[in-house]
């Protein structure tokens, strides 16, 4: 059997060490290893998004990235989102709105809205789906998550919270491309 | 007395009767009425635990849930039909 | 968009939209679904699956398997009892255990689909497992396959199993078939009827295989105690059904499993039938640690069970003025693997919206060499909607009667008598045209190229059934609540709402938890759009004997008799005093003790659920592309419990509709192998392919509940394809009679010309 490699990262700003295999996926880590089993495994093959977790800020889906590439990064999980008790708008508007039934993909849509939300004030509805297409959910038939969105945008707008600087490219980074500075 | 509808699949037994009244407080007695007019008809409703596996009978609009002993009254209308579940 | 509601009744807490209490936990990802769940010394289990569609396994050797280091335990079916043909109860009908059996682990030397569970091991990781698996040599003799239903009907087509015999309700052929059961219904005189008819279309259709494709895998853990008692934490739809399945697999009596359901990933019918538990739990009987397994992805697409694949033919014969006069449906869907598919339902659903004095269906369940069909959501009337609505739409056209106008002169109503014998009860199926009519979306003009509105309606019986609740009156005036309900789409919510109307409080005194199998009593699946109807029955019923003990705790602190106590509103009233829920629950100490209420119903009414969907479309002209544009649900729900949950069903239900109607689709090679099991490949809708789903909720209070409430989970996926393609012939000319109308098909078709 291998020998397991060390790695060094930070996790919702706190800085975690752990052993994992090459072969493991950063998905299977921060569940199996760290027991953060917010973030979902739908397909294992990046296709379904329940796995969406922030690295370096950009939506990646955590199950297409080796556990050894979190060396050094900032990995932002579901688990992070909430702060000192209090919800963040997203998810208070998630739970208003309405926008989950079984809730297992809530969390990877929760994790790509907050990428698009910290970059975009007021993104349309259509660019809102644009983001969000690589979420799948099977109960919702997206309306309502839609919506959700839609009200957190106006929520965090009313709160004074800015996004951060756009990226280049004038739009969330796509999803696997990770810009370290 | 009640009326019994006779499903197509079983107008073979029956003469191709598809309705008629029957006596009985109970399903397991209208069966047996039923019975006592044309023999095999009890194989087909029935099995050794009651009501045949994949049958529903359906008492006034309501699926039957007391088996044979669910309660029939003179008025009621009696169906027999495929059980469905639902997904 | 708004939703609109009539308001029959005025409720305090029915028709508001309360947070669910649920979800904080499920939207900071601290909900336990049934992956999640750790228990120490777990070990890790696979499943080793056939290549092949159809086979005889002539041998299997798991030695190589067994001595590899990681690997703790290895089961075939050779380890499970051999079940014969015993036949169980499982609440929504009749199962035969040997072929749930064989499902779950092939038995009796053979395979009958590609991914049918041949074998499998328990291993320390699950990496370690799965590499373990290809140490099980197993030996085939590939055998040849039948996927298409109208094949494996034919005298010589190959025969999936070797002992199923053609069942007529109760009569049984005297010749092995692939054909396991015909129903026929007939109602009037078919034949002179048609004659008479001024206009007569039949027509042919056929749908292909499609998954309920929840997010959530499979999964289980189970643990063999030492003391022989084994505990199952999974995600089902029923955990008391997953109890008894265990139990008659394993052959050991229901009372030493325990099922303890996990918070589920969605269902939709797809996981009522077990797979791994029994699985799980013979593995770990092996090797004395707690096993958990995870299907993957294409193990969810080849080893579970998605909804029949289907042939219709529906031939409707109507007057001039256009009223319906004669009916024929031919149906033919897949069983799957064992018999026992969705042709039941189908048969009973087909002409289920309209009056036909006369009418005849035949239908029959058939063996292919696909996974067993598992029900999906109005299992089976998707596939005989899209064949009725489709032949209405081309009939009213021809008639040159509007589409809505011909489906009101038709509609079943109250006292309308069903092909398949009853008559229905109060319905709401004209409301919905009704509404449907007065909508906007039908009203506004449709401009552009290439665009076109169509329009169809669905019915589900919705079900009945058993359940189970309890709960106690805590001294600060909330009240605990468990329910046997496992909670897929927010209906603990719904449920302690009717708890709450019942007693006067707000939703937020009320704290429902789902109870597994040992903390509560029987309750029938999560599905057959039951929950909200029938555990709200229940739960309506724990509130009256609450009620009636507060009720008498206030006459004792009054020193009045009980019969003299009024309560209303959560205000107990007598002899010009009051007190309200709160204020007496913190006097239940000093008035004898805790209030616990309890009760189990079982309803036996279908609470019949109408809908009626519009949508746009457009279709481009050189790809075959179809852009829904425009969607409109409209559904009777009786009474709208928690209208946004309502919605939320009526809107997932259509883009499921929609997905199925436009691009799902199990493709198949040659030698009946799936070849697009993955979410890439089995194309499911995104945000990005549909537009908002607006909603219209019309109430007609169902006389069989005390709130009104009828089911609506399942009725919205039966219109979408109808609807789809009616738009589809609008936009291009082109009637498509083939699911999904995805664009190679329709491109076909669009250049064919036919129309």
């Given at each position: 059997m291998a020998r397991k490699i060390h790695v060094a990262t930070t996790i919702n700003g706190e800085a975690v060490e752990f052993l994992c295999e090459a072969r493991q996926s950063l998905l299977e880590v921060l569940r199996d290893t760290l027991g953060l089993t917010g973030s979902k495994e739908g397909c294992n093959n990046g296709n379904c998004g329940a796995c969406t977790v922030l690295v370096d800020a950009q939506p990646v889906d955590s199950c297409l990235v080796l556990a050894v590439e979190a060396e050094g990064a900032e990995i932002t999980t579901i688990e992070g989102i909430a702060r000192d008790s209090q919800l963040h708008p997203i998810q208070q508007c998630f739970l208003e709105d309405a926008a989950l039934q079984c809730g297992v993909c809530t969390p990877g849509f929760i994790m790509s809205a907050k990428a698009l939300l910290d970059r975009v004030a007021n993104p349309s509805d259509e660019e809102i789906r644009f983001q969000l297409a690589g979420n799948l959910c099977r109960c919702t038939g997206y309306d309502k998550i839609i919506r959700a969105v839609k009200d957190a945008a106006g929520r965090l707008a009313a709160s004074g919270q800015k996004p951060a600087a756009a990226n280049p490219n004038g739009s969330p980074a796509r999803r696997g491309q990770r810009q370290r500075t | 007395m009640a009326t019994v509808y006779i499903p197509s699949q079983w107008r073979d037994l029956t003469g191709e009767v598809a309705k008629l009244e029957l006596?009985?407080?109970?399903?397991?007695?209208?069966?047996?009425?039923?019975?006592?007019?044309?023999?095999?008809?009890?194989q087909r409703a029935c099995d050794a635990d009651g009501i045949a596996a994949g049958l529903a009978v359906s008492i006034d609009g309501a699926i039957a849930s007391r088996g044979l002993r669910s309660p029939v009254t003179p008025a009621s209308e009696i169906h027999f039909l495929p059980a469905i579940g639902g997904g | 968009m708004a939703s609109s509601k009539r308001e029959t009744k005025q409720y305090k807490v029915i028709g508001t939209r309360p947070v669910r209490h649920d979800g904080a936990d499920k939207v900071t990802g601290r909900a336990i679904y049934g992956a999640d769940f750790r228990v120490?010394?777990?070990?890790?289990?696979?499943?080793?699956?056939?290549?092949?569609?159809?086979?005889?396994?002539?041998?299997?050797?798991?030695?190589?398997?067994?001595?590899?280091?990681?690997?703790?335990?290895?089961?075939?079916?050779?380890?499970?009892?051999?079940?014969?043909?015993?036949?169980?109860?499982?609440?929504?009908?009749?199962?035969?255990?040997?072929?749930?059996?064989?499902?779950?682990?092939?038995?009796?030397g053979k395979v009958q689909y590609k991914g049918h569970a041949?074998?499998?091991?328990?291993?320390?990781?699950?990496?370690?497992?799965?590499?373990?698996?290809?140490?099980?040599?197993?030996?085939?003799?590939?055998?040849?396959?039948?996927?298409?239903?109208?094949?494996?009907?034919?005298d010589d087509a190959p025969l999936v199993l070797d002992n199923v015999f053609t069942k007529s309700m109760g009569k049984k052929s005297d010749k092995p078939s692939n054909i396991a059961t015909h129903i026929h219904f007939e109602t009037g005189k078919v034949d002179e009827a048609f004659k008479k008819a001024d206009v007569v279309i039949e027509r042919e259709f056929k749908t292909a295989s499609v998954h309920q494709g929840y997010i959530e895998p499979h999964v289980a853990t189970a643990l063999w105690n030492e003391d022989g008692h084994v505990t199952i934490w999974t995600s089902t739809q029923g955990a008391f059904t997953a109890r008894q399945q265990t139990a008659e697999l394993l052959q050991i009596p229901v009372s030493r499993v325990t099922v303890v359901p996990c918070e589920i990933g969605g269902g939709f019918g797809g996981k009522i039938a077990v797979y791994l538990e029994p699985v799980a739990a013979m593995l770990s009987r092996k090797c004395g640690r707690p096993v958990k397994m995870v299907m993957n992805r294409d193990e969810v697409f080849e080893g579970t069970g998605p909804t029949p694949g289907s042939f219709v033919r529906v031939k409707l014969g109507a007057t001039k003025a256009g009223k319906l006069v004669a009916g024929e449906a031919w149906l033919a869907y897949d069983a799957g693997a064992f018999p026992g598919g969705m042709i039941g339902p189908g048969c009973m659903?087909?002409?289920?919206?309209?009056?036909?004095?006369?009418?005849?269906?035949?239908?029959?369940?058939?063996?292919?060499?696909?996974?067993?069909?598992?029900?999906?959501?109005?299992?089976?009337?998707?596939?005989?909607?899209?064949?009725?609505?489709?032949?209405?739409?081309?009939?009213?056209?021809k008639l040159g009667i509007d589409p809505i106008?011909?489906?009101?002169?038709?509609?079943?109503?109250?006292?309308?008598?069903?092909?398949?014998?009853?008559?229905?009860?109060?319905?709401?199926?004209?409301?919905?045209?009704?509404?449907?009519?007065?909508?906007?979306?039908?009203?506004?003009?449709?401009?552009?190229?290439?665009?076109?509105?169509?329009?169809?309606?669905?019915?589900?019986?919705?079900?009945?059934?058993?359940?189970?609740?309890?709960?106690?009156?805590?001294?600060?005036?909330?009240?605990?609540?468990?329910e046997g309900s496992t909670d897929i789409g927010g209906t603990r919510t719904s449920v302690a709402m009717q708890l709450a109307e019942t007693l006067g409080i707000p939703a937020e005194a009320v704290q429902p938890r789902v109870g597994d199998t040992d903390s509560v009593g029987y309750t029938d699946v999560t599905g057959g759009s039951r929950v909200t109807f029938a555990t709200g029955l229940a739960a309506y019923e724990v509130g009256r004997d609450i009620e009636r003990q507060m009720r008498e705790r206030a006459a004792l602190l009054w020193e009045c008799d009980a019969a003299k106590v009024e309560s209303a509103d959560g205000v107990y009233r007598a002899n010009g005093k009051s007190i309200t829920f709160r204020e007496l629950a913190g006097k239940l100490d000093e008035t004898g003790g805790p209030v616990v209420g309890r009760a189990t119903v079982n309803p036996e009414g279908s609470?019949?659920?109408?809908?009626?969907?519009?949508?746009?479309?457009?279709?481009?002209?050189?790809?075959?592309?179809?852009?829904?544009?425009?969607?409109?649900?409209?559904?009777?729900?009786?009474?709208?419990?928690?209208?946004?949950?309502?919605?939320?069903?009526?809107?997932?239900?259509?883009?499921?509709?929609?997905?199925?109607?436009?691009?799902?689709?199990?493709?198949?090679?040659?030698?009946?192998?799936?070849?697009n099991a993955s979410y890439l490949d089995y194309r499911m809708p995104t945000a990005l392919d549909v537009p908002a789903i607006d909603t219209i909720i019309v109430e007609v209070?169902?006389?069989?509940?005390p709130y009104g409430v009828r089911g609506v989970g399942e009725t919205p996926i039966v219109s979408p394809p109808?609807?789809?393609?009616?738009?589809?012939?609008?936009?291009?000319?082109?009637?498509?009679?083939?699911?999904?109308?995805?664009?190679?098909r329709l491109w076909a078709e669009m250049n064919r010309g036919s129309g």
């Open positions: - | 006596d009985g407080g109970s399903l397991g007695q209208i069966i047996a009425a039923l019975e006592a007019r044309f023999a095999g008809i009890a | 120490s010394g777990t070990v890790h289990g696979k499943i080793l699956r056939s290549p092949h569609a159809h086979a005889k396994i002539k041998s299997i050797d798991a030695r190589a398997a067994e001595e590899h280091p990681g690997v703790v335990a290895v089961v075939t079916g050779a380890d499970f009892p051999d079940l014969k043909d015993k036949i169980a109860n499982l609440g929504e009908g009749a199962v035969n255990l040997a072929h749930l059996g064989a499902n779950v682990l092939a038995h009796h041949v074998a499998a091991l328990a291993a320390l990781s699950p990496h370690v497992a799965e590499e373990a698996l290809k140490l099980i040599k197993v030996e085939y003799e590939p055998l040849e396959s039948v996927t298409w239903v109208l094949d494996a009907m034919k659903c087909v002409f289920s919206c309209y009056e036909i004095p006369s009418a005849r269906v035949d239908g029959y369940d058939v063996l292919v060499n696909k996974p067993k069909t598992q029900a999906y959501r109005a299992p089976g009337a998707t596939q005989a909607a899209f064949a009725c609505e489709s032949v209405i739409d081309e009939l009213a056209e106008e011909f489906r009101l002169m038709n509609a079943a109503k109250e006292g309308t008598r069903r092909v398949d014998g009853p008559v229905y009860p109060r319905i709401g199926f004209v409301e919905t045209l009704e509404a449907a009519r007065a909508s906007e979306h039908w009203k506004s003009k449709l401009v552009g190229k290439n665009r076109g509105r169509g329009i169809a309606s669905g019915f589900w019986f919705n079900i009945g059934l058993k359940s189970s609740a309890a709960a106690h009156v805590n001294p600060d005036g909330t009240v605990s609540l468990v609470s019949n659920g109408f809908a009626t969907h519009i949508v746009d479309v457009e279709v481009d002209p050189d790809t075959a592309k179809v852009t829904i544009l425009r969607y409109t649900a409209v559904q009777d729900a009786g009474k709208a419990i928690h209208p946004s949950y309502v919605e939320g069903q009526m809107q997932g239900g259509a883009v499921q509709g929609i997905g199925w109607a436009l691009n799902e689709e199990y493709v198949f090679d040659e030698n009946g192998r799936m070849q209070f169902n006389p069989a509940h109808a609807a789809i393609a009616g738009a589809i012939y609008r936009a291009t000319g082109v009637r498509m009679r083939e699911l999904p109308m995805s664009p190679p």
